[in-house]
């Protein structure tokens, strides 16, 4: 039986934190490693482009989405692993898409919406901010997924809208032209935590209080120690179901330690010792993809060697299907 292709995307818009890494990264190499699918990784530098525009930025933001996934383990061999940008199928396809989509379907688009809400409200031009790469975000991620004949597209909640995009400008091209593209389903890891951030609030980075992942061992404590707590005095028994400190320790100890953490909180461990003990657990875990991360970061013709290996494999699977697209819709006599 042929394997499901599981693809997904991450844009270059920020640095990689923890919220990321549990949430997105660490469940995609839990099901790379099944055996069960074909994975499909990119990095989608293209979609990164519509907030970031400052070219060294872009630059190192790129090449750290693809040092970050390389250091936590993702095997190339195993996983078809490229940079958008190498593909040129997916700009083609995109613009073919674009002509099946029909226009209210992007300005119903979540993203686009919240800018022009809030435009509204302040009472500026509704499209200021927006540029047209951001209004049709969700078609270039159509084509991402559609030209890959993706089964499954592993997302975070707030790409949802997106994955049903792709489904609907598939179904409007099958209708049109025949049973062309699978139409793909989105999967939402509903038991990934919400990872709090060092407010409390859930961490992103749009509220500035992340934990970066590759930060140096000082700097990771230094972000320890500043994770808000509430004022329960060492000694009292503490809800290790309602502290940020330990949600965060469960995502890098093992069964063992975990149990272990637990019962020290029904002892009254003192928030300053949880601390101590959550950096110990992280940075034992970060240590070496930190160095690994390092090193590629240093040595960016070692990453560009590994994403053009990644593009050819997936440029041979991209050009057949657009080969027949372009078929359907009359390109060639
Ligand atoms: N839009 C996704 C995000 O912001 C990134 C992305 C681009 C993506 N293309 C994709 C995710 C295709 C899954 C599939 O997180």
Not at 18 to 45: C, E, H, R, S
Not at 63 to 82: K, N, S
Not at 241 to 263: C, G, H, P, T, V
């Amino acid at each position: 039986m042929l394997k499901k292709v599981v693809l997904t995307g991450i844009k270059p818009t920020g640095r990689v934190h923890i919220g990321n890494y549990i949430a997105a990264i660490k469940p995609a190499l839990q099901l790379a490693q099944t055996q069960d699918y074909n994975p499909v990784y990119f990095i989608a530098d293209y979609h990164g482009l519509t907030f970031i525009q400052n070219k060294e930025e872009f630059n190192h933001l790129s090449y750290g989405i693809a040092a970050t996934w390389l250091a936590l383990g993702l095997d190339p061999d195993r996983v078809t692993f490229y940079r958008q940008s190498d593909v040129p199928e997916i700009f083609e396809l995109s613009w073919i898409l674009a002509c099946a989509t029909p226009k209210g379907l992007m300005n119903r688009a979540h993203a686009y919406k919240a800018i022009v809400d809030k435009n509204e409200q302040t009472g500026v031009d509704p499209d200021i901010g927006v540029n047209m790469g951001l209004y049709t975000y969700p078609i270039l991620m159509a084509s991402d997924i559609l030209l890959f004949q993706s089964d499954i597209v592993p997302v975070g909640k707030d790409q949802i809208q997106h994955v049903e995009i792709a489904r609907d400008i598939a179904g409007s091209f099958n209708r049109t032209y025949g049973s062309t593209f699978k139409l793909p389903e989105y999967k939402v890891d509903e038991h990934t935590a919400v990872i709090p951030g060092l407010d409390g609030r859930k961490m992103s980075k749009s509220y500035n209080n992340t934990i970066p992942l590759f930060e140096p061992a000082e700097t990771l404590k230094n972000l320890i120690n500043h994770i808000k707590t509430d004022s329960t005095p060492p000694g009292e028994p503490k809800s290790p179901s309602d502290s940020s400190l330990f949600l965060i320790y469960k995502e890098f100890a093992n069964s063992d330690q975990i149990n272990k953490m637990r019962e020290k909180y029904q002892h009254g461990i003192g928030w300053g010792e949880a601390k101590k003990e959550l950096f110990l657990v992280m940075n034992s875990f970060l240590e070496e993809p930190r160095k690994k991360y390092n090193e590629l970061m240093a040595a960016p013709e070692r990453i560009d060697e590994i994403l053009s290996k990644g593009a050819e494999r997936a440029r041979a699977l991209a050009i057949p299907l657009l080969e027949e697209v372009k078929i359907k819709i009359g390109r060639y006599r």
